[in-house]
């Protein structure tokens, strides 16, 4: 429930729409409020709703109730009813009582006599139906209410009548006389007991009920009231008289007649359907004003539109809101509105000639003409950009502020005029008054004597003289402020009337001066919006914004001269005394620390020379009490020159009540001023409370900034090279058909990269065909291959993500594979899978991660000795997340390469960086290999457009930018079908955007805008597809990716999208990465991801901002690509710099040191401290630490700054592995690698893990410990909670069987232990989680075996046994106590319980079945039966046998060795994967031997088996300290199938042993490769 304009405000703003898009119906109550001067507001309400319900097709009801009007059906098209159904319309003859009307004119002139005669006539007409029935007198004054109530009872009085009015039971009296005593009010308490009452909406609450209540039960006879009685409360009376039909109109400053609505309101009110037979209504007006009274309620008049008056405002705010963008809209948008309704009707009054109508007939040019007017005036006053030739409207800063905050386009250009950087507050104030909203009041002659007292009262001077109406509004301002109490009623009414303005408008200058960047008058405006809210001044106690502190004490704080900062400091006692009032210490003690206050600190790091990145930390340091901070406390984050006169930066900062307690921290960019200041100063203040701030000075004195950067490679105009040029090698046939010429990047580095062997370096923008700069190296390798000059070489391709690694692999695979028959091989990550792999391949492609497991143990593995060219592509990313390991296995390949005598060559790419020369020496590249060309060299030239929009909530923001994509599809992409990719943040917002579009689309008329094909031609596509959103979106042209597509569902949107049949794509960013089309314009759709691991939204990267933008290339087809970029008003100046110019990367190396430096450890690449800062200086961290100093905390950049910070950052970490048992350090130097370490390094995993499972882990461990130990790991941190998910993992939680100790659904390591049990349980899961879950399992299996591992060392038997069975569990996707037929396909639960009951348990009893029983149970189709057969055939089946050598000359403490021969019964041929449906990934199973003694629960030996046909295996283990007998048993453990395990008994007879004999064999337990 709302007014119109409360609803306009939400409605205007685009941020709002997620919430005003769920109405569904929209109810207008007394609309003929439209020929009133708030009716222009109804019209654009009504407007905006039905054109928004013609763009978003989703139906909004539309409900218009009203008095009866002369011109309905004008009322009834304009809300685009259907007459013949929807308008109803009922005359006077359907009142359920009939109203008997009185007009009475008084002529007498003078105010006095005309008081006098009024009250007479009133008299006589209530005295008609005194004790008879009851009267309400209409009055237009609160104070004329008890006057008139008075002058009544005194007039009743003199003639003695007064018994009439008090019915003769004195039951009705003794109640009024009882009431009248608790009334508050005084005028009240005086007339009720003689069955008077008055009633008007300055009485408080309680008394305005008691009336009510009495007038509805009878005790009260004639009820004096002002308007509010007739509009708010709903009491019925026989009689109604309206005294007098002017009110007080503060607007205007001056007496108005009453409205129609008003008279026709209070007429309504006569009449009490269940009692009388007729109504009377009478109305006592001047003798001038009778006629038009007269026509009113007979309704000869009918109601016109006001539209006019407001147009250019409510423009504007169309035009901010981004439904109107050009002229042409505008004018179809005024055909939605009243006033065009009218015009047609009514042209003359609207000033459009008769003969208009018929050359004109939709008067298209008189709404062109009033839109230009009206846009011209916005222009003129600065709101919008208005294009007269073009007709386009662009809205600016002032424009939204004026929207947003509802104020005339003529106040807020006169603020932008008189708005000075050097205004103190008596001139804003003195702004404020000169606002247009106030241009009626005026300074009445009995006002003057008040308003000089309060101008001497008021803290701030008044310049003006009190004649001046400026002068009044600035005194009832500081009046209202300070509190003051007024006396005269017109004044009251005007000081409401301005306070209710006020907030907005001071507000409007705040934001003003904010996006003009002054610092001093933005704290002064905003410290003046805040006053105005909180009516105290700057100059009072802070104390005084809490409620319930008495007065007096408030005003001792104030007289003490202690600093609002000390009271923090002091206790409750102490406050006690200070005031001398020790008991409210203690309430003012809480109130203090209830005082928002934040803590600031701040981190700099220079980005580039004239860039500062800025990282906050805020600390809320105060209790948080919803009754006084309500959910959030915003506050404004400003960033000042050294001076405090330039804002340099400032955004806006929700705190929470969620997470109030926390630290929070935000960062941004500024740009560092030449020549540098000594210090830059950060201010934190609070949006709604005096007096909370806090400032933080960041100091430049120790800043060094980075190092000037070299310029970049001139491209150079060289003849382009043809592809013919590769023929006399046999390589043209890669590029042929395709390509007849290289491009100019590509000229200028074959040279370098196909005829000499040096390291390089290319940097170029994304799509500048940087991959054929790779294949130019790849081919000189396979040049040398079949010459014969270079045995078993092989290329290693470094993809930073296995998306490009893929697209990478099918490419090559197709060119040169099938045309030159090279051998180009992808790794999986599986280390033995993966050897084989390299092996076979002659072109490797491989993750940073992958070939960094591979190339770990370099010494051993020759093929990674044989790598004759390593290249490291999209090196741009190592200032990213895989960004460390890259720099660590491309440093790796460099320093193989010293320590060989074959050296390994390095290719790396880029895009255009500001440091590429850095990179080039790190990779060794000299001069000639160093290609570093300028962002502006891309073969297809690039415009970059960026926008930003200025709302705080990030899904408001989202959809705001809904309207602006489209209409950059509509402005670049207009050709033929151009092609158009839009990035989104993550899935929910690709279906909202791909419907925007949509909707767009169809409400310009064209659904099929974006389809270029034939609805036939596109549905067979259509036909593969699940998801029904994408499937929607594509048959009409919108193609539409996001992560959770399966992956042949993917290509078969790509595929459409590339063919040109769809020509707009919308993608999630994450998937920027990994996509190969190409297009003429992109579109980055807002630059925040949701990033759940803390802030709620992270920036993107520049790097896959870069990467988004490299996709408008398509060389060949377009002479230039757009890309634009719409972002978060604060973020844009940032990404202007960053995109146009080439930008740094650094190294993050010293955070994620310690992993890689413990595998180097284990492999003994390091053996000494010494070594370690030797390995330190092959990175590119090295390189960097002198370029940039302070970035890497470093303050110096001499020798000794350099080898102690290299020296500390060595030290740290391994103590670190040291504290984690990873390795030893011994005499403090020499180190040495420990079982944990090499367990960690073997399997790849973080030592924090690592020393977490070594923690976590007993002898007693159970099932439940496990999966929780494994969900605890590091790795499993990234798998954040999204918003939304906890509702289904706490659903998973309840239902399943284990339950965990820490069931807080927003920590990642309960969700990870929630999936794998829902994966147990077979559960359906949403597509994000699935994901979630494919990329847990492979990860899960590795830590399982590490767990193992750990668990032997500590030689536990039954924790090493559940963890194998966790990892079958894992695999099959089932739980061990389940039956073990549900591995095989197709068999559920029921199938598995029937089986059951037929005895078959295990999976060789339903092999042993005979086939027609087999089929009779399972009840499957004999497609499925083949699938279960194959699954049968795949199960192992293993013969073992085994032996103990010498068993009778075992002594105690003897190393005892055993040989188990393996055997599998299978059909001849290759021994496939695992058959495990649920399982992401190819796995290959393997099997682990363990020797145990089952009673004592301790574990002997232990071996990891891969086993192909058959195997003969060596156990060892310790014989026990003492002789006797002892039990063993042999386990036979699968890692992926359940019920396949064997065990089997047997003892050892120990012998004493003999003195001297016994030799003390160290068993190790793990078993290295």
Known sequence: VTTPEKWDIITRKSGDRTYTQLVRLLIIDEIHLLHDNRGPVLESIVARTVRQVETTQELVRLVGLSATLPNFEDVASFLRVNPAKGLFVFDNSFRPCPLQQQFIGVTVKKPLQRFQLMNDICYEKVMENAGKSQTIIFVHSRKETAKTAKALRDTALQNEALSKFIKDDSASREILISEAEQCRSADLRDILPYGFAIHHAGMSRADRTLVEELFADGHVQVLVSTATLAWGVNLPAHTVIIKGTQMYNPEKGGWDELSFQDVMQMMGRAGRPQFDTFGEGIIITQHSELQYYLSLLNQQLPIESQFVNNLADALNAEVVLGTVQGTKEAVSWLGYTYLYVRMLRNPNLYGVGIDALDDDPALEQRRADLVHTAATTLDKAGLCRYDRRSGTLQATDLGKIASHYYISHGTVSAFNEHLKPTMGDIELIRLFSLAEEFKYISVREEEKLELAKLAERVPIPVKESIEEPTAKINILLQAYISGMKLEGFALMADMVYVTQSAGRILRCIFEIVLKRGWALLADKALALCKMGARRTWGSQTPLRQFKGIPQDILVKVERKDLAWERYYDLTSQEIGELIRFPKMGKAIHKFVHQFPRVELSAHVQPITRSVLKVDLTLTPDFQWDEKIHGFAQGFWLLVEDNDGEVILHHEFFLLKMVNAEEDHAVSFTVTLLDPLPPQYFVRLVSDSWLGSETTIPVSFKHLLLPEKHPPPTELLDLQPLPVSALKQDGFDALYAPRLQHFNPVQTQTFQCLYNTDDNALVGAPTGSGKTICAEFAILRVLNKLNKGEAEGARCVYMASTPEIAKERLNDWQSRMGDALGVRVVALTGETAADLKLLERGQVVIATPHQWDVISRRWKQRKNVQNVALFIADELHLIGGAVGPTMEVVTSRMRYISSQLDKPIRVVGLCTSLANAKDLGEWLGAGSHGMFNFPPGVRPVPLDIHVQGVDIVNFESRMQAMARPVYSAICQHASGDSEPAIVFVPTRKHAKLAALDLLTFASADGKPNKFLACDADDIAPHLERITDPAVRHALGFGVALLHESL???????????????????????????????????????????????????????????????????????????????????????????????????????????????????????????????????????????????????????????????????????????????????????????????????????????????????????????????????ATE???????????????????????????????????????????????????????????????????????????????????????????????????WEKESALMQLPHVDKETAARCADAGVESVYDLVDMDDDKRVELLALSDAQMEDVASACNRYPNIEVNYEIVNPDEVEAGDAVEMIVQLEREADDGEIGPVIAPRFPKKKDEAWWLVVGDAKKGTLAAIKRVALGRKQKVKLEFQAPADAGEVEYTLFFMCDSYLGCDQEYEFTLNVKEAEEGSSEEEDDDAMDAD
């Not at 100046?1133 to 430096?1157: A, I």
């Not at 002898?1259 to 130990?1269: F, N």
């Not at 998973?1292 to 929630?1314: G, I, M, Q, Y």
Request: aromatic fraction near 8%; proline fraction near 4%.
């Open 1046 to 1272: 399966p992956a042949e569902e993917r290509d078969v949107v790509e595929r459409v999208f590339n063919s040109g049949a769809a020509s707009v794509l919308v993608v999630t960013a994450p998937l920027a990465w990994g996509l190969a089309a190409t297009c003429k314009l992109t579109i980055i759709m807002g630059t925040q991801y949701y990033d759940a691991g803390g802030a709620g939204s992270a920036d993107y990267p520049v790097t896959d901002l870069l990467q988004m933008a490299g996709r408008a290339s398509r060389p060949l087809v377009d002479t230039h690509g757009v890309c634009v970029l719409l972002c978060h008003a604060p973020r844009k100046e940032y990404y202007k710099k960053f995109l146009y110019e080439p930008f740094p990367v650094e190294s993050h190396l010293d955070h994620f040191l310690h992993d890689h430096m413990a595998a180097e450890i284990v492999t003994r690449t390091i053996e000494t401290k010494q070594d370690a800062v030797d390995y330190l200086t092959w990175s590119f961290y090295y390189r960097r630490l002198t370029q940039n100093p302070n970035y890497y905390n470093l303050t110096g950049v001499t020798h000794r700054h350099l080898s102690d910070a290299l020296s500390e950052l060595v030290e740290t970490t391994l103590a670190d592995l040291e504290a984690s048992k990873c390795i030893t350090i011994e005499d403090d130097m020499d180190v040495t690698p420990l079982n944990l370490g090499m367990i960690g390094s073997y399997y790849y995993i973080s030592y924090t893990t690592i020393e977490l499972f070594a923690a976590s882990l007993t002898a007693k461990t159970k099932l439940k410990g496990l999966l929780e130990i494994v969900a605890g």
């Open 1276 to 1374: 499993f941190e990234k798998y954040a909670v999204r918003p939304g998910e906890a509702n289904a993992l706490r659903h998973v939680l309840h239902h399943s069987p284990v339950t965990l100790e820490n069931r807080r659904t927003t920590d990642p390591h309960v969700k990870v232990a929630a999936l794998m049990q829902a994966h147990f349980g077979r559960m359906r899961l949403s597509g994000d989680l699935q994901n979630d879950l494919a990329s847990i399992l492979p990860d899960a299996t590795r830590l399982l075996q590490a767990i193992v591992d750990v668990i032997s060392s500590s030689g536990w038997l039954a924790p090493a046994l559940a963890a194998m069975e966790l990892s079958q569990m894992l695999t099959q996707g089932q």
